[in-house]
């Protein structure tokens, strides 16, 4: 056991803020009060037992799984530089992660508003090389992304960041008074009863609160969808932000090519260039091929339990241009479709006349589609967001394999929305 | 027994059938001696919730239990009016004569018609001892609940308009276990200690076994255990945890076997797994497995 004086001058507690300063360099966030504890709690065990010390200092500085590994570093960098080399490396636990499975995320990103901790350079943007055309509104809601100019997309930006859409409320469990409810509130109704000899005059109720659904983004940016991907990542950042406005932290979004890329932070950012900016630098499959059945395997496996309690919409953007297996595909749809309160497929390719969803990855993911709507234009963005608006509280009775088969199987809440009936012509 | 240090916490532990590791141990240790509420979060299965009611019988005390789901709220966790006997006895006051208002309220709000909910009972010490609170799953509840608990845990005390405001002789021991299907806030996270209970490793896992089902056969045992290991390692939607390991060796000692075979596992296998895609997929890698399942020497 080390001796005493292995503490130069006895100035543990300075060592101790010392440490906490350490771990916030780390980028944790250790607060004052978190330090004292870790203080008070070195008073009542054998600091000098490394194990102990070790484990006294995390249980007390720690407040997440994530960040043991962190810890870890911080822990030998400062200790060790105080001349704790007497802590035997084998004596300290190790803090890895089960090395077969996939870091699950850190469960403090999900719907909560972080800090940005960079910016950096852009995705190159697709700049269609044309005159600056002077659009009508109308025309341009009609417009075909992949047909706008430069100009016509920012103004399409600018129109969207405009609009202030919420999705459809969900029942909570929770109750509010109301005039007239479902459940008698007996407290209220009781209290006001004393007032009259304990007759009860008046009955009064309370009804369920509601609050919006979680909504999960889950958009295709692979070479096949680059001509909406970008407008598409503008519309994820103008509905997360009008839904941040009304006071809801639900919006989660993940972008894929080959895999899954979780793009929730950056999107919580001020500006949509800086939040573009950074979702381009952390996809790094960006326009490569597409595999819609591995990434949706991602986020069933990793995401889907954190993501999609209480009833969430799931809005899934893609072409359907899939690289993978259909089996795998149609498997990770059946389970994302259980496990989510609807689930949409955005198709921009539905704006095409004439259009039909053949390929092998929609034929075998559409049976687990609830609805499969268009995004090529403003306008039907705007047709989402009212679909979104009046999303009918139940659940839509499943019946797989409904639109499997030779049929197109194209499945709508909304029969104006299916593909033949689009009416934009291309431009 | 309340233990003066870690190895007693440890060995105290172990004397009531819960193998664990030092860090719980400490953390354990830390939560009783500083009297802050201990945060437990891992994969279900792994021994959270049991730790509580070991910590209770080793303390000799009550264990309370709240168990969390959304809309927990105040008249489910902390105190309801049982109004139905409040209507009655006003009635039986009035019928003796009784007109005095002010005494008729203070009657019928008195601790008798005071339904006590979890929250309000472990402010209460029985015998001088404050009981062991156990606050299960809190990611199942939503966000008031968890700002209400907020304080709750920092003052020990809880206001009952009618009544006053009730408050603990003694803090009780609190442990908060969560799932993570949500973020619990930091603000709450702070007030706690923190441990993450990980899946066991072979022998840690075997030592559970052997203490929680002592009547398997040690070699049994060692396979079963080994099994499992291998397949946690399997892309399965939903892991097995250590409860799952001691149902499954419960169940093989119910059949009476004395080593895993294939045939035998494929049979059992719904026992470890609860989707069905998982024990499909681990139906067709179960020989592969066996044959991975190698029982470290020395055991």
Not at chain 1, 152 to 181: C, H, M, Q, V
Not at chain 1, 381 to 395: F, N, T, V
Not at chain 2, 10 to 15: D, G
Not at chain 2, 25 to 45: D, H, I, Q
Request: glycine share 6%; net charge neutral.
């Amino acid at each position: 056991m080390p001796e005493p004086t292995t503490f130069p001058g006895g100035q543990l507690l300075s060592h101790v803020v010392g440490f906490a300063r350490e771990l916030r360099r780390e980028g944790m966030a250790v607060t004052p009060g978190q330090t004292t504890l870790f203080a008070q709690a070195l008073a009542e065990v054998p600091i000098f037992d490394p194990q102990i010390f070790y484990h006294t200092a995390r249980s007390t500085l720690v407040t997440r799984r994530e960040d043991y590994p962190k810890f870890e570093r911080a822990f030998w960098k400062f200790w060790q530089k105080l001349g704790l080399e007497r802590f035997p490396e084998e004596l300290l636990p190790p803090t890895p992660l089960p090395p077969n499975r996939a870091p699950k995320p850190r469960p403090g990103e999900v719907g909560r508003e972080e800090k940005p901790s960079s910016t950096g350079q852009g995705p190159p943007v697709h700049v269609v090389d044309r005159a600056l055309t002077y659009s009508e509104q109308e025309v341009l809601r009609q417009k075909r992304f992949d047909q706008m100019s430069e100009a016509e997309l920012e103004a399409a930006r600018r129109l969207l960041s405009g609009l202030d859409w919420r999705i459809s409320p969900r029942p909570t469990r929770r109750r509010k008074p109301a005039n007239s409810g479902d459940f008698p509130d007996l407290r209220k109704s009781f209290r006001r009863a004393l007032r009259h000899q304990g007759e009860l005059v008046h009955l009064f109720w309370r009804e369920r609160k509601t609050k919006p659904r979680p909504l999960v983004l889950i958009a295709d940016v692979s070479g096949s969808m680059e001509r909406y991907s970008r407008m598409l990542l503008h519309f994820l950042y103008a509905f997360a932000q009008a839904q941040t406005r009304q006071g809801a932290r639900t919006v989660e979004a993940f972008v894929f090519g080959t895999r899954l890329t979780r793009i929730t932070r950056s999107l919580k950012k001020r500006s949509v260039d800086a939040a573009l900016a950074e979702v381009g630098q952390t996809v790094k499959d960006w326009s490569g091929g597409t595999r819609i059945g591995s990434s949706l395997h991602q986020f069933n496996r990793t995401w889907a339990k954190r993501v999609l309690g209480r009833g969430a919409v799931v809005l899934l953007i893609s072409d359907g241009w899939d690289q993978g297996e259909p089996e795998l595909l149609a498997f990770e749809m059946e389970r994302l479709q259980k496990s989510c309160h609807r689930l949409i497929w955005l198709n921009p390719l539905l704006g095409i006349p004439g259009y039909q969803p053949l390929t092998r990855g929609l034929q075998a993911a559409l049976p687990f589609t609830d609805d499969f709507l268009p995004v090529h234009n403003l306008a039907s963005l705007e047709g989402l967001a009212r679909a979104l608006e009046s999303l009918p509280p139940r659940p839509v009775t499943r019946q797989p394999g409904m639109a499997g088969g030779s049929a197109p199987g194209v499945r709508s809440e909304n029969p104006r929305r299916t593909p033949a009936e689009t009416p934009e012509p291309p431009r | 027994m309340m233990p003066s240090t870690v190895e007693e916490t440890q060995k105290a532990l172990e004397a009531h059938h819960y193998i664990t590791e030092k860090g719980l141990a400490v953390s354990v240790f830390l939560a009783l001696k500083l009297g802050r509420p201990l945060l437990l979060e891992g994969e279900p299965g792994v021994g959270k919730t049991e730790i509580v009611k070991v910590l209770a019988d080793m303390l000799q005390t009550r264990l309370i239990r709240l168990q969390c789901y959304e809309g927990l709220d105040i008249n489910n966790a902390v105190y309801e009016w049982d109004y139905a006997r409040q209507m009655m006895q006003i009635r039986l006051l009035e019928a003796s004569g009784e007109h005095d208002r002010e005494k008729v309220r203070q009657e019928v709000f008195s601790s008798e018609f005071l339904l006590e909910r979890p929250l309000l009972q472990a402010l209460k010490s029985v015998n001088g001892k404050a009981p062991v609170l156990l606050i299960d799953e809190l990611d199942r509840a939503d966000e008031e609940f968890e700002a209400f608990l907020l304080e709750f845990l920092s003052d020990w005390q809880i206001t009952i308009p009618e009544v006053g405001t009730v408050k603990a002789e003694q803090p009780p021991v609190v442990v908060i276990t969560s799932n993570r299907t949500r973020e619990i806030h930091d603000a709450l996270k702070r007030r706690c200690l923190y441990f993450w209970i990980d899946y066991p490793d072979f022998h840690k896992e075997y030592r559970i076994v052997r203490e929680r089902v002592p009547s398997v056969p040690e070699k049994l045992a060692a396979q079963v255990v080994a099994f499992v290991q291998e397949l946690r390692k399997e892309d399965l939607y939903k892991a097995p945890g250590v409860a799952e390991t001691l149902d499954w060796a419960a169940s093989l000692l119910a059949l009476d076997a004395v080593r895993l075979e294939p045939t035998l596992v494929e049979e059992t296998l719904g026992v470890l797994l609860k989707y069905q895609d998982d024990v499909v997929r681990a139906k067709s890698a179960a020989q592969d497995l066996l044959a991975r399942a190698q029982v470290p020497s020395p055991l």
